[in-house]
């Protein structure tokens, strides 16, 4: 499956769009559809070996299974309603690790407010999750709506997704699995976030498939481009990266992402939006903003501005994960990043 928007297409060709959906399909992290004169949110994710969780941890991977399928409400600035699953089993998983599993999973939708409405329970093959969740917002904000002239921010540090991949792909011992064992993500619940992003945001994106690929997406479907700079790097990224000799820019680039939100604000918004979110308790970064052309450019820690117009390098085009990191990595350098 090398190209995912294509093969979605040719799907979506075969079905009927009901006239209750609101949203052209790409254009929203979640679906939008009518009920009753009220606009409501909908969003369904699959996650597999694919994904790259850890597994030794069931609880955090519960956790981490439930905040991601959360993402999508709240990168709409939505609120969750109802959630139910779909969980294959791993024929090796315990009675106690998949009890472990669900308290995790149940943590989070706990905390998000949403209702459990059951699912569905299997066990064949290798571990397959799906999450669906129906939400609802005060303003539902999609992926289109950014102009020129918006402030980019972000709700939390980026590379997470991928170091979390790594540890995984990695057949590190002693230090390296120490480090690895020392530094686990635990993907964010950004409800407080969203209430944000539904009062003042453009546009906003889940960074799911990694911050280049939210921000390309951002670019593309508001025909604009996007000048970025001072990105905030999860720190143990970044000294895995140092270590490997990769620049840590990889972080960014690399497609297994960390869920954090993406979202472009009117610079007339700016300042109440830093005040409510000091006030709530929520640390945004600034990195960047909209531009007119489609150009996109990051700056790097001595200040050159870097065309990265031309990249276009994706895992499923690979064989496997080591050839797609070594194309990221030259790619990267050849950019001058070290």
């Known amino acids: 499956m090398n190209n995912e928007n294509e093969i979605i297409g040719r799907i979506l060709r075969?079905?009927?769009?009901?006239?209750?959906?609101?949203?052209?399909?790409?254009?929203?992290?979640?679906?939008?559809?009518?009920l009753d004169g009220k606009d409501y949110l909908i969003s369904?994710?699959?996650?597999?070996?694919?994904?790259?969780?850890?597994?030794?941890?069931?609880?955090?991977?519960?956790?981490?299974?439930?905040?991601?399928?959360?993402?999508?409400?709240?990168?709409?600035?939505?609120?969750?309603?109802?959630?139910?699953?779909?969980?294959?089993?791993?024929?090796?998983?315990?009675?106690?690790y998949i009890d472990t599993l669900s308290k995790g999973i149940a943590s989070v939708i706990e905390k998000s407010g949403a209702g459990f409405l059951g699912g569905d329970l299997g066990s064949y093959g290798k571990w397959n999750f799906t999450g669906i969740v129906i939400g609802e917002?005060?303003?539902?904000?999609?992926?289109?709506?950014?102009?020129?002239?918006?402030?980019?921010y972000l709700t939390g540090e980026i590379g997470g997704g991928n170091f979390e991949a790594v540890s995984v792909l990695s057949s590190g011992n002693g230090s390296a699995?120490?480090?690895?064992?020392?530094?686990?993500?635990?993907?964010?619940?950004?409800?407080?976030?969203?209430?944000?992003?539904?009062?003042?945001?453009?546009?906003?994106?889940?960074?799911?498939?990694?911050?280049?690929?939210?921000?390309?997406?951002?670019s593309e479907i508001n025909e604009c481009g996007y000048a970025v700079s001072g990105i905030p790097y999860f720190s143990p990224g970044e000294l895995w990266a140092k270590g490997a000799g990769i620049?840590?820019?990889?972080?960014?680039?690399?497609?297994?992402?960390?869920?954090e939100l993406l979202f472009a604000v009117s610079p007339e918004?700016?300042?109440?939006?830093?005040?409510?979110?000091?006030?709530?308790?929520?640390?945004?970064?600034?990195?960047?903003?909209?531009?007119?052309?489609?150009?996109?450019?990051?700056?790097?820690e001595s200040g050159e501005v870097i065309s990265i117009q031309d990249f276009g390098i994706f895992a499923r085009d690979f064989a496997d994960h080591y050839h797609y990191i070594a194309a990221v990595k030259s790619y990267l350098e050849s950019k001058g990043m070290k």
């Open 177 to 218: 699995a120490e480090f690895f064992h020392k530094n686990r993500v635990k993907f964010p619940v950004r409800m407080k976030e969203a209430e944000l992003v539904s009062k003042y945001a453009n546009c906003c994106i889940d960074s799911s498939d990694g911050l280049f690929r939210s921000l390309d997406i951002i």
């Open 14 to 34: 075969n079905f009927r769009k009901s006239p209750l959906h609101r949203n052209e399909f790409f254009h929203s992290d979640s679906e939008i559809f009518t």
């Open 269 to 300: 918004n700016e300042k109440i939006l830093l005040e409510e979110s000091r006030v709530a308790g929520c640390s945004l970064y600034k990195i960047g903003e909209i531009t007119p052309q489609e150009i996109k450019t990051i700056k790097n």
């Open 137 to 152: 917002a005060e303003r539902i904000v999609t992926r289109k709506g950014a102009k020129p002239g918006d402030l980019l």
């Open 247 to 259: 620049p840590k820019e990889a972080l960014m680039f690399g497609e297994c992402g960390e869920y």
């Open 44 to 96: 369904a994710d699959g996650y597999s070996d694919e994904d790259h969780f850890r597994l030794d941890d069931p609880f955090i991977l519960g956790s981490n299974l439930a905040a991601c399928t959360l993402s999508d409400i709240y990168a709409c600035g939505g609120k969750p309603l109802f959630y139910c699953n779909s969980l294959n089993c791993d024929p090796d998983w315990s009675a106690d």
